[in-house]
């Protein structure tokens, strides 16, 4: 259990127990070679409260971004290695990120000429070889230079995610 947290724990609304901080750097570890996706569920209604961050549901390609040391894999949810499907233009990209390796989580998306995901369109794309249609749209931040950052709150994730993002001018 990577919160720390019991159901009991969460049923009553009682936070993950402070881990000790550790003297000097933590050590770093290896690179997973794959991270089970958590899957959505679904649900007749989404959950209220303050607790909870609602997303966006693309209709794409949910896809695991792995970079170390300036090499590129781009996994399928099902652990399926595409990063030649899915073509140069992501991979371009994510190798100029500024770190030494990282595990990211988002979604592989062609926009129609509306702004909205179209999954024919994200077929017809893969099918041309169109790679440079194609739109990462991440969501989470898993792993980061040698730490396993998934017990961190998802809040955390996503600000240490958008530091890593290049500014877009104006």
């Known amino acids: 259990m990577l919160s720390g947290r019991t159901i009991e724990d969460i049923k ?10 550790k003297a000097g750097r933590e050590k770093k570890f290896a690179m997973p070679a794959f991270i089970e996706p958590c899957l959505a569920t679904l ?24 970079v170390d040391g300036g090499k590129v894999k781009l996994f399928t ?36 000429e509306r702004g909205a995901a179209s999954f024919s369109a994200l077929q017809q794309a893969l099918s041309d070889g169109a790679g440079d249609r194609l ?5 989470d931040l ?6 396993d950052i998934r017990p961190e709150p998802l809040s955390d994730r996503k600000a240490r995610l958008a530091s890593l993002m290049p500014k877009r001018p104006g």
């Open 12 to 21: 009553a609304g009682r936070e993950a127990p402070k881990q000790p901080k």
């Open 135 to 139: 739109t990462f749209c991440l969501f």
């Open 77 to 112: 949810r099902t652990g399926l290695d595409w990063t030649k499907r899915f073509g140069e233009p992501i991979v371009d990209a994510l190798q100029a990120l500024p770190v030494d390796n990282c595990v990211l989580d988002g979604e592989i998306v062609v926009m129609d």
């Open 142 to 147: 898993l792993w980061l230079d040698g730490e």
């Open 43 to 66: 649900q007749m209604r989404p959950p209220s409260g303050e607790d909870w961050l609602h997303e966006i549901k693309f209709d794409g390609y949910r896809v695991q971004a792995h």
